[in-house]
């Protein structure tokens, strides 16, 4: 079965620019999570989403992030305009259903602004 | 708040030495307690977990124990390998909820 998929794998930006990352999910699973890990902290769910709807984005700073999951598949994470706080590895999620704890994780996205 | 606490790392141990490493918690309600592992160049997954008090969570010969009395999930591994050298990352989802609430992580090392 193939994992969740990301890309890109590393980003370098600087501040004031814009950056996107993409996440493919586990086949089926309609709950997809993307998590903000800064280095040395443990990751922070930016935003959850439960097929296409938004389920959490109560720690998604709506200034700058915005994510989508247009068609319940796949989903991209925006960045606009970088700050350099926001350098760190961006995790996608995904599990089967909104019940099920089990969530498996990509290898993520290590962004860092200059 | 609901939280989680990690002992402080890095942990740095010899091959077969008996590990643990310490979790506690704050959260509202019962919650469902995990350990995720990230190994060097990999994303995070799932080591255990254990959903309801008293539980015992294991795998690859690690187990802990969800301790409502004490709020602790502590981990334990009674004989090390060097391929357990790893970020180890305790963490609670609250009932109804999804989201994962993480520890800053513990960096452990095995060496030969």
């Known amino acids: 079965e193939a994992g969740v998929a990301q890309s890109p794998r590393y980003k370098i930006i600087e501040k004031r620019q814009s950056v996107a990352f993409w996440c493919n999910p586990i086949?089926?699973?309609?709950?997809l999570y993307w998590y903000q890990q800064i280095l040395g902290q443990g990751p922070k769910l930016l935003i959850q989403?439960?097929?296409?709807?938004?389920?959490?984005d109560s720690q998604l700073p709506k200034d700058r992030f915005s994510a989508e999951r247009l068609k319940g598949v796949d989903s991209t994470l925006k960045i606009q305009p970088a700050k350099l706080e926001d350098s760190a590895v961006y995790l996608c999620?995904?599990?089967?259903?909104?019940?099920?704890?089990?969530?498996?994780f990509g290898p993520g996205t290590r962004l860092t602004v200059l | 708040g609901n939280s989680v606490t990690q002992m402080e790392g890095p942990v740095t141990l010899s091959e077969e030495a008996f590990l643990t490493i310490n979790c506690t918690y704050t959260?509202?309600?019962?919650?469902?307690l995990f350990w995720y592992v990230q190994y060097p160049g990999e994303g995070l997954q799932l080591l255990l977990k254990?959903?309801?008090?008293?539980d015992k969570g294991s795998n690859k010969g690690f187990e802990a124990t969800y301790r409502k009395e004490t709020t602790s999930f502590h981990l334990e591994k009674g004989s090390v390998q060097v391929s357990d050298s790893a970020v180890y990352f305790c963490a609670l989802t609250l009932q109804g909820a999804q989201k994962l609430v993480f520890g800053q992580g513990t960096r452990l090392t095995i060496n030969p």
């Open positions: 254990a959903t309801k008090a008293d």
């Open positions: 086949s089926g699973h309609a709950t």
């Open positions: 999620a995904s599990s089967f259903s909104s019940r099920y704890n089990e969530q498996f």
């Open positions: 989403f439960q097929n296409n709807g938004v389920v959490d």
């Open positions: 959260a509202t309600g019962y919650p469902s």
